[in-house]
């Protein structure tokens, strides 16, 4: 059988004083309890762009005004693939916050740990926290 896969849109939310904003996943979620880059699934006919806008109004509140593709990974599991699209959010409108009453903070960018990741965002984590 063929593995589901999918395609997935993750905002790095940095400030002017190079601190980031992440996320909690929810404990009865895939790969509950890790931090994350706010996110979500690409829907139908949607560009990863246009994804990561929508599900951060959604997720986090804030309306993105710049942001930059930093990198495309492709992860295997074994129950599906998955590719994320990792954006640089650089501009945005309003405080980010979680939503949808998920545990939110923001982490200077060098204190980023890829362990309290999920596998397939550590190594965009090693790259942010690498000098």
């Not at 992440?22 to 762009?49: C, N, V």
């Not at 409108?93 to 923001?106: C, L, T, V």
């Not at 999920?118 to 190594?123: E, H």
Request: a negative charge; one cysteine or more; hydrophobic letters at 35%.
């Amino acid at each position: 059988m063929e593995k589901k896969h999918l395609h997935i849109a993750a905002g790095i939310i940095k400030d002017s004083n190079d601190e980031i904003f992440i996320t909690q996943r929810r404990a009865d979620s895939h790969m509950g309890g890790f931090w994350e880059f706010p996110g979500g699934k690409l829907e139908q006919g949607e560009t990863p762009e246009q994804a990561l806008i929508r599900e951060l109004k959604e997720e986090v509140g804030i309306t993105v005004t710049h942001c930059e593709l930093l990198e495309t990974i492709t992860h295997e599991f074994s129950d599906r693939n998955i590719t994320l699209y990792f954006y640089l959010v650089d501009r945005w409108k309003n405080e980010p916050f979680g939503k949808e009453g998920q545990p939110y903070r923001w982490i200077p960018q060098t204190e980023l740990v890829a362990d309290e990741f999920p596998p397939a965002n550590r190594s965009i984590v090693n790259l942010l926290t690498k000098d």
